[in-house]
Structure formats: structure tokens, C-alpha cells
């Protein structure tokens, strides 16, 4: 079809580009490497500071100019943006900063170090670092970390559409959120206008008219994940925040959100993994020092490392009745991995349903009934193909329907373990992601082996 372009004229932002041509540059010289950089985004190239040295990126940045360098810095780690540009000039910071919205450089600045950030602070207005210093001293879990105090707001005493039209367009260069136009009432947040119904509406309607009553807004201090849960609830592109006296202080976005329920996501998969996610994740891998990286992995190391004795000291308890029948030892693997895994399978569904709001603390008892269920037919499945597989290795029959029926019990037990621990955890206050996952293992392999060789001693003739 004439006029349509060519295939390769067609970017795509996944998967994510080779930036082999950068690493060339780097080290061709200057000239090479300004060249290099114009041939992709910004995003992309920002996305890849994380897994260089820090004297790469700082080349990359003196390659690049201010605006496309300032989308470059956004989509970088806020600690791999800080260490750039603590190594820059105040002034070229202070510019770079100009192109990027409130929130993003609050978590830069947060990431300098203080005698750092002082310094670039002082080239700002009086009323632009009180608003820095404002949204640094949130806690970092709180929505008004991650807000902007740049929104598209009008007073709702005799305004027309047209008028608040006119204010974005006049104000347009220093509004960050204007998906929505908030209305208010000198400060108090009195209704909500989407740009679209503004856009479409008749210029002269009042905004009275137009607006949405009462709407939803959330406290500085709410946390990112219950406001991450109120847009996804009612499908919203930002929200509302007000403080403590009710006044309307800016809004979050949908992407802010996001960027933080990622972040939240990485150190939930850390703390599964015995990792300290907190610690772990508050830098790229590669920025990370070693002394963090054996710090947030050592003392869950530690605690399963000692409550890991207690595997052996269940062997110890039933050393004669191995020594007896010395194909029990053949099955031991089995049966721990059997029941570390259902344990766990069911640990990360309870933790996922209590994120996504399917599950609440009080429903422990209709979760426990359902995962005990689940447990027994599973146990049930599994136990059959292990009784086969264990006359395939020539054991008897005892020793066979002794491994299944031991199945069937470990994984109902290690299914009532996996769906109560984290609720349990998450009644005392505790992140389930924390906890769940290694106490689980811990757990089962103690008492999965327990209640193995109970079994074997019931069933099996020779240990009677």
C-alpha cells in the first residue's frame, strides 16, 4: 500500500532494544557516542544504566542533551539517577530537574546524599523547597511520597467550563496531572471534572453542572497500596490527596502507582525468597554492595539454619527404626519436597488472594476447610502414583502403601500450614511475604518427616 512505512521504520518498545551500538561508543570517543545515543529512546537507554558502571552512565549523560537526558534519568532507578547526577555541576542538575515531574525528582533528591541535595537546593524558590522538604518528610510507604502538588484545580464559585479550560491552557507548562480537573472550594475539594466531559461540554455550562459531588480522595499518609487498590477499584487515571485538615494538597497518578506496586511486587518475591526485600531492593543488583547483599540474605540464613536442626533431631529420634528398615531413608527427599512444595504452592496462593483482596483475616477457617480439601485430593493423586513408584523400586507392599498414605497426610498438613501462616501474619501486623515462604519449608520438612516415620511405625510389621 503506497504511503504506508516500511517495516524496519516501525519501533517497538518490547523486547527491549540491542544497545550494542552504545557500548561501541563508549569506547570510540565523544563524538561516537552523541551519535549513538540519538538512535534510541531515552526510556531505553534510562531502563540500562542500572547494569553500568557508573562512569559509563555518567558518559551517556554528558552525551546527551538536557530534555532527552531528563527522560533518560525518569525511567532510571531514582539511586542510579542520584549517583549521575551527584557527580554533575549544580547548575546542569538544577536543569535537568526542571524536566522532571515532583515526584520522580522527590525520589532522586531522597536518594542524594544530604550535604548533596543542600547544595542543589539552594538554587530553588523558597516555595519549591518547602513543597521537596513537605513531600521528603512522608514516610516512604505513603502516597504523599509519590503525589504531585502540580495538579489542574479551579475554584467552583460562578466557573464555567470555559474558564477552567482556560486555566490549563494558560497554566499548562506547570500542571503535571491533567486527566482531571479538581474543583474547589477556596481549599476543600468539593468535585471532580475529567477532561473529556470538559473537552465535550458546552463552554458556557457552569462547572457545577458538570462536576462529579463528593469524590474519592485519600489522606497523605494513606499507604500506596490502599490507594493502588481504591484506583483499581473504581478504574480511576489519578487521585485526590488531602491532608490532615481536609485541604486539597495535589494528586497521584496511575503510573505512579504502578512503578510503586512494582516495587512493592519485587521485594514480596525477595522476602519468598528468605531475602530481606527492603534492604535488598533499595538498589539495582549491580549497585548493590556486598555488604547489603550478605546482610539482607544472613540472618533468614541464620534462623532456617537453626530451625533446620530440628530435621535432624527427628532423625536422630528415629534412628533405630531406620536402621531396622533402611529403605525408609530412600523416600526422605521425596516426601520433604513433596510437602515443602505443596506448602508452598499454597502460601503464594493465599498471599496472592490477600494482595488482590479476595481473602480477609476473618476468613481463616473457610480458607483452612478449602486448602484441607485441595490438600486430600491432592494427597490422594500423588500417594497413588508414589505407592506404583515405589514397587518399582522393589520394596514391599507395606513399605509402598506406608510412602502414600504418608503422601496423603503430608500434603493435607502442609496445605492447612500454607493457607494459615499468612493470614496469621497478617492479623499480627507482619508482611505474609516475609515470613510465609521460609517458615513454611522449615515447618513441613520437620514434620512432614515426623509424621512419616509415625506411619512407618504403625504400619510396617518389623518396627511393631
Not at 511520597?145 to 460562578?158: L, Q, S, V
Not at 550478605?294 to 533431631?313: C, D, K, N, Q, Y
Not at 481473602?359 to 506404583?388: H, K, N, Q
Amino acid at each position: 500500500m503506497s504511503g504506508a512505512p516500511d517495516a524496519e521504520d516501525v519501533r517497538s518498545a518490547v523486547p527491549i532494544p540491542d544497545l550494542t551500538p552504545i557500548d561501541a561508543a563508549l569506547h570510540a570517543g565523544a563524538a561516537e557516542l552523541r551519535a549513538a545515543v540519538k538512535q534510541f529512546r531515552p526510556a531505553d537507554l534510562g531502563r540500562d544504566l542500572s547494569r553500568r558502571p557508573i562512569a559509563e552512565g555518567r558518559a551517556i549523560l554528558d552525551a546527551i542533551d538536557d530534555r532527552r537526558g531528563a527522560a533518560m534519568l525518569r525511567a532510571a532507578h531514582p539511586v542510579v539517577a542520584a549517583q549521575l547526577l551527584g557527580e554533575l555541576e549544580a547548575p546542569r542538575t538544577c536543569h535537568l530537574l526542571q524536566f522532571i515531574p515532583t515526584d520522580q525528582e522527590v525520589a532522586i533528591l531522597g536518594a542524594l546524599p544530604p550535604a548533596r541535595r543542600a547544595e542543589i537546593e539552594r538554587a530553588y524558590t523558597p516555595d519549591e523547597k518547602a513543597t521537596i522538604d513537605r513531600l521528603l518528610a512522608y514516610p516512604e510507604s505513603a502516597v504523599g511520597r509519590i503525589m504531585t502538588p502540580k495538579i489542574w484545580r479551579c475554584d467552583r464559585a460562578g466557573r464555567t467550563v470555559g474558564d477552567a479550560l482556560d486555566l490549563l491552557r494558560t497554566d499548562a507548562a506547570e500542571i503535571e496531572v491533567a486527566v482531571n480537573c479538581y474543583i474547589c472550594d477556596g481549599n476543600k475539594l468539593v468535585g471532580v471534572a475529567p477532561l473529556r466531559e470538559l473537552a465535550c461540554a458546552d463552554r458556557a455550562a457552569l462547572l457545577d453542572q458538570i462536576m462529579t459531588r463528593d469524590p474519592i480522595a485519600v489522606r497523605e499518609d494513606t499507604t500506596r497500596a490502599d490507594a493502588a487498590d481504591i484506583i483499581n477499584t473504581h478504574d480511576f487515571l489519578s487521585l485526590p490527596v488531602i491532608d490532615q485538615h481536609g485541604d486539597l494538597v495535589g494528586a497521584v497518578r496511575v503510573d505512579d502507582l504502578l512503578g510503586a506496586a512494582l516495587d512493592a511486587a519485587g521485594t514480596g518475591i525477595l522476602n519468598q525468597g528468605a531475602v530481606s526485600g527492603k534492604l535488598a531492593g533499595r538498589a539495582p543488583y549491580f549497585l548493590t554492595s556486598l555488604t547489603r547483599t550478605v546482610r539482607s540474605r544472613l540472618t533468614w540464613l541464620i534462623l532456617l539454619f537453626v530451625a533446620e536442626t530440628a530435621t535432624g533431631t527427628v532423625l536422630r529420634y528415629f534412628e533405630d527404626e531406620l536402621a531396622k528398615v533402611v529403605a525408609l531413608s530412600f523416600f526422605v527427599p521425596l516426601l520433604i519436597g513433596t510437602g515443602g512444595n505443596a506448602g508452598s504452592q499454597t502460601v503464594s496462593t493465599i498471599i496472592r488472594a490477600l494482595a488482590v483482596g479476595d481473602v480477609r483475616v476473618r476468613d481463616l477457617l473457610r480458607v483452612v476447610r478449602r486448602e484441607v480439601s485441595a490438600g486430600v485430593l491432592l494427597g490422594v493423586l500423588l500417594g497413588v502414583i508414589a505407592f506404583f513408584r515405589a514397587l518399582l523400586w522393589g520394596v514391599d507392599h507395606d513399605l509402598a502403601l506406608c510412602v502414600a498414605v504418608t503422601i496423603l497426610a503430608v500434603c493435607t498438613w502442609a496445605n492447612a500450614v500454607g493457607a494459615t501462616i499468612p493470614l496469621v501474619a497478617q492479623r499480627l501486623g507482619i508482611d505474609p511475604t516475609v515470613v510465609s515462604a521460609p517458615l513454611i519449608t522449615t515447618l513441613v520438612d520437620a514434620s512432614g518427616l515426623f509424621i512419616y516415620f509415625t506411619v512407618a511405625h504403625l504400619m510396617i510389621a518389623q518396627l511393631h
